[in-house]
C-alpha cells in the first residue's frame, strides 16, 4: 500500500493477480495481531448493532439537499461488508455493502484518531460497523460521516475482482456466497425466487387451499415416473426413499375430506444433471376436489398472469433474447397434433401404430424397450421433435393413457388421459390432470407399473396398496398440478440454467 498520495481499491484490495496464497496469509498475520490486541473482548465482536440499511437510507434521505441534512441532523449506526476504500492522506472514503445495497461512509483522521490508521490496513471484504451524521459530498454522493468506526470481521480471503466478479460459472455454483457478494444479478435472481413462491402462496391461500406437508422419506416412492434415491431406517430396519413426489399423500388428504391441499417443498430424484435438471428440486402439487384438467389449465393461466404482473407490472418479459407476451391466450394443443407440426411427412393416421412409431423412433434415434407400446413411442417422438419448438406459453393435452398411470382415462377416446403439460420457453413447466379415481383401475395400472419394474424399468412405479385402500373409501373427482418452481424461475428471471436459480446446486466433487 502506498504511503504517500492516493490509493483506491475495489474488491481484491488492489491485489488483483498476486499470489492468492500469500494474500490469505498476510491477512491471517492481521488476525493474529488483532486477537493480541483484543484480549479479553476478542476479534470478533459481537456488541454493534445497526439501525440503518443502505437501501432504506437512499429511499428516505436520496433527495433530501446537503443544506436540509446539514439543518436536520440525521445520526445513523450502519454496518456491512467493505467494497471499495480510497486513502487520501488525511481523509479517506469507503463503501460497504448490506442487503439493500452500499453506503459510502466518509473518513477523517482528526475525527477518528488512532481508528484511521487501523483503517489504512483494512482490507476489502472485512465487516465494518460505523456511526455518524448523514450528509452529501461535493459530488453530491449521500454519505455518513463516521465518528465511530470498527472493524467487526476481518475477511481472510480476498474478494474477486470487482469488475468480473467470479467470471468461472463452476466456481459461481460451489461458492455461491462469494457469487452472491459479487453479484447484484445474483441477489436478484433469488429476491425474485422468494417473490415467486411468495405469490403463488398468496394466490392459493385466496382460493381456500390449506398447505399441507407429507412426508419426505417414504417406504412406496410414488406419484412420477422416476428414479428414486434410497436410505435406511435403522431402528424400524426399514428401506425407504427419498420422495419423487407428493401426490400419493395429498391424494389421501382428498380423500380424507381436505378439499383443497397445496404443497411446496423438495423432491428428489435419482437422474442426471443438465441445465433443466438438479437431482433436488422445488415442486407445488396442489389437489382440487371436484374439478377436472381444464379448471387447472385455467388455473395456470390466470396464474401465471398474476405472477408477470406482480413481479415486472406488464405481461410482455423477455427470456433468453425472446420476447414473449403473456396477454395472448394461451395457446392448447394436442400430443399428436404437436408432433405433425413438428414433423413435417408424418402420417397423423399412425400416430398410434406400434410398428410405425418404431421406424420412426429409430429413424430418429430414439431409444426404445420392446416392451413400450404406442403411448410410450409416441411420448418418445413428442420429447425428441415437438417439446424444444414450445416457446410461446403452451397447453399440450391428450396424453396417453400408457404414461399416464395416476391420470383419469378420457371418457370418449380410451386411448388418451384428461391430461396436460404447460411449457414455455421449450421447457416443461407444469404438468395436471384429472385424477384416476377408481381404485381397480389404478390396481390394474401399478400391477403393470410393477411387471415393468421387473423387467428393469428403475423409473417405472411401485405397487402402492396403502394408495389402493384409500381409494377403496372414495376419492371425489379431483384435478391435480405439479409446477417446477426452480423452471418457472428460470423464465421469469432469464436464467439459462437451473443452477442459476438455485442457491446451492448439486456438483461433481472437485478435483
Given at each position: 500500500m502506498k504511503k504517500n498520495g492516493?490509493?483506491?481499491?475495489?474488491?481484491?484490495?488492489?491485489?488483483?493477480?498476486?499470489?492468492?496464497?500469500?494474500?490469505?496469509?498476510?491477512?491471517?498475520?492481521?488476525?493474529?495481531?488483532?486477537?493480541?490486541?483484543?484480549?479479553?473482548?476478542?476479534?470478533?465482536?459481537?456488541?454493534?448493532?445497526?439501525?440503518?440499511?443502505?437501501?432504506?437510507?437512499?429511499?428516505?434521505?436520496?433527495?433530501?439537499?446537503?443544506?436540509?441534512?446539514?439543518?436536520?441532523?440525521?445520526?445513523?449506526?450502519?454496518?456491512?461488508?467493505?467494497?471499495f476504500k480510497r486513502l487520501m492522506g488525511k481523509a479517506s472514503f469507503a463503501k460497504i455493502a448490506d442487503r439493500t445495497g452500499q453506503i459510502q461512509l466518509y473518513l477523517q483522521q482528526e475525527t477518528l484518531g488512532p481508528v484511521y490508521e487501523a483503517f489504512k490496513g483494512w482490507d476489502v471484504g472485512d465487516i465494518l460497523g460505523g456511526s455518524g451524521l448523514l450528509f452529501r459530498t461535493r459530488t453530491g454522493e449521500l454519505s455518513v460521516r463516521a465518528d465511530e468506526l470498527r472493524l467487526l470481521t476481518k475477511s481472510l480471503r480476498p474478494l474477486p475482482d470487482k469488475w468480473h466478479g467470479l467470471a468461472d460459472t463452476e466456481t459461481r455454483y460451489r461458492r455461491r456466497y462469494v457469487?452472491?457478494?459479487?453479484?447484484?444479478?445474483?441477489?436478484?435472481?433469488?429476491?425474485?425466487?422468494?417473490?415467486?413462491?411468495?405469490?403463488?402462496?398468496?394466490?392459493?391461500?385466496?382460493?381456500?387451499?390449506?398447505e399441507v406437508e407429507t412426508p419426505m422419506m417414504q417406504p412406496i416412492p410414488g406419484g412420477a415416473a422416476a428414479r428414486p434415491f434410497r436410505t435406511h431406517h435403522n431402528a424400524l430396519d426399514l428401506d425407504m426413499y427419498l420422495r419423487i413426489a407428493p401426490e400419493l399423500y395429498l391424494k389421501r388428504l382428498i380423500v380424507g375430506g381436505l378439499d383443497r391441499v397445496y404443497e411446496i417443498n423438495r423432491n428428489f430424484r435419482n437422474e442426471g444433471l443438465s441445465t433443466q435438471h438438479n437431482p433436488e428440486?422445488?415442486?407445488?402439487?396442489?389437489?382440487?376436489?371436484?374439478?377436472?384438467?381444464?379448471?387447472?389449465?385455467?388455473?395456470v393461466e390466470k396464474a401465471t398472469r398474476g405472477l408477470a404482473d406482480t413481479l415486472n407490472g406488464r405481461l410482455q418479459l423477455t427470456c433468453q433474447g425472446r420476447q414473449y407476451d403473456l396477454a395472448q391466450p394461451f395457446r392448447r394443443v394436442t400430443v399428436e397434433q404437436a408432433i405433425v407440426e413438428s414433423n413435417p411427412g408424418i402420417d397423423p393416421l399412425s400416430l398410434r401404430d406400434a410398428t410405425y412409431l418404431r421406424k420412426r423412433c429409430d429413424q430418429l434415434g430414439i431409444a426404445y424397450s420392446s416392451d413400450d407400446g404406442p403411448g410410450k413411442l409416441l411420448i418418445g417422438l413428442f420429447e425428441k421433435t415437438a417439446e424444444s419448438a414450445l416457446l410461446d406459453p403452451t397447453f399440450v393435452f391428450a396424453y396417453p393413457v400408457e404414461v399416464s398411470p395416476l391420470s383419469r382415462p378420457n371418457d370418449a377416446d380410451p386411448f388418451i388421459a384428461d391430461r396436460f403439460e404447460f411449457f414455455i420457453a421449450g421447457r416443461e413447466i407444469a404438468n395436471g390432470f384429472s385424477e384416476l379415481n377408481d381404485p381397480e383401475d389404478q390396481a390394474a395400472r401399478f400391477r403393470a407399473q410393477a411387471a415393468r419394474k421387473e423387467k428393469g424399468d428403475e423409473e417405472a412405479m411401485f405397487y402402492d396398496a396403502d394408495y389402493v385402500r384409500a381409494l377403496e373409501y372414495g376419492m371425489p373427482p379431483t384435478a391435480g398440478l405439479g409446477v417446477g418452481i426452480d423452471r418457472l424461475v428460470m423464465f421469469f428471471t432469464d436464467s439459462p440454467s437451473i443452477r442459476d436459480v438455485i442457491l446451492f446446486p448439486h456438483m461433481r466433487p472437485e478435483a
Open positions: 492516493n490509493h483506491s481499491s475495489g474488491p481484491g484490495g488492489g491485489d488483483e493477480g498476486g499470489d492468492e496464497n500469500k494474500l490469505i496469509a498476510e491477512r491471517r498475520a492481521k488476525l493474529a495481531e488483532l486477537r493480541r490486541a483484543a484480549g479479553a473482548g476478542g476479534a470478533y465482536p459481537n456488541d454493534f448493532r445497526r439501525d440503518a440499511l443502505a437501501g432504506e437510507l437512499q429511499a428516505a434521505y436520496g433527495e433530501r439537499s446537503g443544506e436540509w441534512l446539514e439543518a436536520n441532523p440525521t445520526r445513523v449506526h450502519v454496518g456491512g461488508r467493505l467494497m457469487d452472491l457478494i459479487m453479484s447484484d444479478t445474483s441477489r436478484e435472481v433469488f429476491r425474485t425466487r422468494a417473490h415467486i413462491v411468495r405469490y403463488l402462496r398468496d394466490f392459493l391461500d385466496a382460493l381456500d387451499f390449506l428440486f422445488t415442486m407445488l402439487e396442489l389437489y382440487l376436489a371436484w374439478a377436472d384438467y381444464r379448471d387447472i389449465m385455467d388455473w
